[in-house]
Nanobody, 124 residues
Framework: QVQLVESGGGLVQAGGSLRLSCAASGRTFSSYAMGWFRQAPGKEREFVAVISASGGTIRYTDSVKGRFTISRDNAKNTVYLQMNSLKPEDTALYYC?????????????????WGQGTQVTVSS
């Protein structure tokens, strides 16, 4: 079972930036896609971004395109989410997730391990 630990969340003003990190245990990190999801209070968990095992394929939800960047360092077993130009509507608990396969998925069913989440709060 892969363990995922997120970090980097916090409180930031609108227009600011944060960089989330997700460290994964295990020796097969480079064998599967990794994704970020978020869940705001009273809302369902939603897809944010995903990166394939090699990093060659990336997908974003429309609301974060041009503002967020997902990346990974397979040597460090870590995936990142750089978030710029943050908006109050980005406020949520952000989860890192391990994909079931090499290729990226944009739905929760495509992931089989989840971190505990890191809170991002954007003030107006």
């Amino acid at each position: 079972q892969v363990q995922l630990v997120e970090s980097g969340g916090g409180l930031v003003q609108a227009g600011g930036s944060l960089r989330l990190s997700c460290a994964a245990s295990g020796r097969t990190f480079s064998s599967y896609a990794m994704g970020w999801f978020r869940q705001a209070p009273g809302k369902e968990r939603e897809f944010v971004a995903v990166i394939s095992a090699s990093g060659g394929t990336i997908r974003y939800t429309d609301s974060v395109k041009g503002r967020f960047t997902i990346s990974r360092d397979n040597a460090k077993n870590t995936v990142y989410l750089q978030m710029n130009s943050l908006k109050p509507e980005d406020t949520a608990l952000y989860y890192c997730a391990k994909g079931r396969v090499v290729l990226p998925s944009t739905i929760a069913a495509g992931f089989d391990s989840w971190g505990q989440g890191t809170q991002v709060t954007v003030s107006s």
